[in-house]
C-alpha cells in the first residue's frame, strides 16, 4: 500500500536509527521481531518463514539476526549460536573479519562504486592477485557478484571460444539458478519448472570418469561434441560429495582429448574450503576455466569471478564490453577480495580446513558408530563435511535439535536428510569440541525417540 511522504520518512528515518545502532528495550525488540515476520510475510516470501525447518521445527523460526563475529552469530534477543553453516560457503574467513572488514571500511571512505570509464585499481589488484593463487597459466578474470553469474560468463566464454553449443554436467551437480546456469542443474526440483532451459545440456554421474569417456565418444560420433564439462571438484550441495581418486585428472584428460573446456565450479570449494586453496589443488590439474564466490569476497562483500588462460580470453578482446556489468569488479567487492586472499593465506585458512576436517570427520565417524539408526554416513573433504540421516524428517530433527542448542546447520538444497557443517575454517578446537557434545546430545534424543 502506498503511503504519503511523511509515513515513509518516519519509518525509514527509524530504520535508520536502528541501522545506526540506537539501543533498543526488550518490549522494542520483540515488537521490531513481529513487524520484520510481518515483512517477510507480506513482502518477502511468507514461504521462506517456515522452509528453513531447522528453525521452524526448533519453534524459532523469528529468530532475527543481529551480529556476529568468527564462528559465532547472535539474535536480537541475544542468543549466540555456533555458526556451522558459514552462510552456505561465504563465511570461509569466518564473521566480520577485521581485517576484512578494515579494508572494505578504508575503500568506502575514499570510495564505494566506480565511475565506470576511469580504470578501477583494485579490479586490477584482486586480478594480479588471483592469478598469482591460481593454478597454471589462469590468470585472466572477470568479476561478478554472484556465483550464478560466474558460470554465466564461463558459459559464454566456453562458447565463444569453442564455437560448441552443447555442454556436459553432473547429476548432483548445483551452478546457480539463473536460466543459463539452472540449465546446468543435476537435480529435477530445481530445473523441472523451467524445462526447457537455454543450454543444450548433457548428465554424466558424478565421479564416473569412464560414463563421461563414453558420453564424449557418443557425442563425437554425432557431431555433438561439447563447449565445455562442468563440474564442482567436490559437491557441496549435495552435500560434501568427494570423488574417487584419479577423478578429475580423467576428466581433464577426456576434456584435453576432444578440444572440450574443463569447467571447474569452485564457487563452494574454491578459498580453502576443502583443505587446498582450490579443489582442483587436491588433483594438480588445472582446469581451462575456474569459477569462484561466495567467500572470495571475505564474508564481507559480494563477489564472484571466473579466470581463464591468455589464450582462452584472447576470444575477449577484440570487444571488451562483449560481457560486461554495471557493478562487476567494484572497487569494495575487489578489495575484500584483496583482504580475503591475505588472510586466506596468512592465517592458513586451507590448512586449518584441512586438520579440523580431518578431526571432525573422524569424531562424526565415530558418533556414526554409536548412533547407527540415526546417523547413517559422514562424507566430505576439508570442512565441507556432509552428514547423512535415514529420511527427511530425521535429519530435520536433528537440524531443529542442533538449533534449539545453539548451533546452526542446514539441510542441503538437494536434500532435508543430507546435513552440511560448513563452518568458518578458523573455527576453534573448543568450539569445535562443544558443537560435537551438542551433535551427540541431540542424536542421543533422536535415538531414544525411535
Ligand atoms: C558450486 C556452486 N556453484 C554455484 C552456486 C551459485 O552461487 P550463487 O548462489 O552465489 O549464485 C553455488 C551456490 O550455492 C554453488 O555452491
Given at each position: ?24 528495550s526488550t518490549q522494542e525488540k520483540e515488537s521490531f521481531i513481529a513487524e520484520t515476520v510481518d515483512s517477510y510475510e507480506k513482502h518477502i516470501n511468507r514461504g521462506f518463514l517456515t522452509y528453513r525447518k531447522s ?242 569476497g571475505g564474508g564481507v562483500m559480494p563477489l564472484s569471478a571466473f579466470v581463464s588462460t591468455p589464450k582462452i580470453w584472447e576470444v575477449l578482446v577484440p570487444n571488451p564490453i562483449i560481457h560486461s556489468t554495471t ?124
Open positions: 500500500m502506498r503511503l504519503s511522504n511523511a509515513e515513509v520518512l518516519k519509518l525509514g528515518g527509524r530504520y535508520l536509527e536502528l541501522i545506526g545502532g540506537r539501543p533498543l528453525v521452524t521445527e526448533a519453534g524459532q523460526f523469528a529468530a532475527l539476526e543481529w551480529s556476529g563475529e568468527g564462528a559465532l552469530l547472535r539474535d536480537l534477543l541475544g542468543r549466540e549460536y555456533i555458526d556451522c553453516l558459514g552462510g552456505y560457503g561465504i563465511f570461509s574467513a569466518g564473521i566480520n573479519h577485521p581485517r576484512i572488514l578494515q579494508a572494505v571500511r578504508d575503500q568506502m571512505g575514499r570510495m564505494a562504486l566506480n565511475s565506470q570509464e576511469l580504470l578501477e585499481p583494485w579490479r586490477a589488484g584482486l586480478a594480479r592477485l588471483l592469478a598469482a593463487v591460481t593454478p597454471g597459466d589462469l590468470g585472466c578474470c572477470f568479476f561478478i557478484n554472484n556465483g550464478t553469474d560466474a558460470i554465466e560468463g564461463a558459459i559464454k566464454l566456453a562458447r565463444l571460444y569453442t564455437g560448441r553449443n552443447v555442454f556436459v554436467s553432473t547429476l548432483g551437480g548445483f551452478h546457480g539458478k539463473s536460466m543459463g546456469s539452472l540449465s546446468l542443474m543435476g537435480k529435477a526440483s530445481f530445473r523441472e519448472p523451467f524445462e526447457r532451459g537455454l543450454q543444450d545440456v548433457r548428465f554424466v554421474p558424478y565421479g564416473d570418469a569412464d560414463a563421461l569417456d563414453r558420453e564424449m565418444a557418443i557425442l563425437e560420433a554425432v557431431g555433438q561434441l561439447p563447449a565445455a564439462v562442468v563440474l564442482e571438484p567436490v559437491q557441496g550441495e549435495a552435500g560434501g560429495v568427494v570423488p574417487p581418486d584419479g577423478y578429475l585428472a580423467r576428466v581433464r584428460e577426456i576434456c584435453t582429448h576432444h578440444g572440450t573446456l574443463f569447467i571447474a565450479d569452485e564457487i563452494q570449494t574454491g578459498m580453502g574450503r576443502t583443505g587446498k586453496l582450490w579443489g582442483v589443488d587436491h588433483a594438480g590439474v588445472t582446469p581451462d576455466i575456474m569459477c569462484m564466490g561466495k567467500s572470495i557493478f562487476g569488479g567494484n572497487p569494495i567487492a575487489c578489495v575484500a577480495g584483496i583482504a580475503a586472499i591475505t588472510v586466506t593465506l596468512e592465517e592458513d585458512l586451507p590448512g586449518q580446513a584441512a586438520s579440523k576436517g580431518d578431526y571432525l570427520l573422524s569424531e562424526l565417524r565415530g558418533l556414526m558408530r554409536k548412533y547407527p539408526g540415526v546417523l547413517t554416513d559422514v562424507h566430505g573433504k576439508g570442512l565441507l563435511i556432509g552428514m547423512e540421516f535415514p529420511t527427511d524428517p530425521i535429519g530435520f530433527k536433528c537440524a531443529a535439535g542442533l538449533f534449539r542448542r545453539g548451533v546452526l546447520v542446514a539441510g542441503t538444497y538437494s536434500k532435508a536428510r543430507t546435513i552440511r557443517i560448513e563452518p568458518a575454517l578458523g573455527i576453534s578446537m573448543d568450539l569445535l569440541k562443544e558443537m560435537l557434545n551438542r551433535l551427540e546430545d541431540t542424536l542421543k534424543e533422536i535415538a531414544k525417540e525411535r
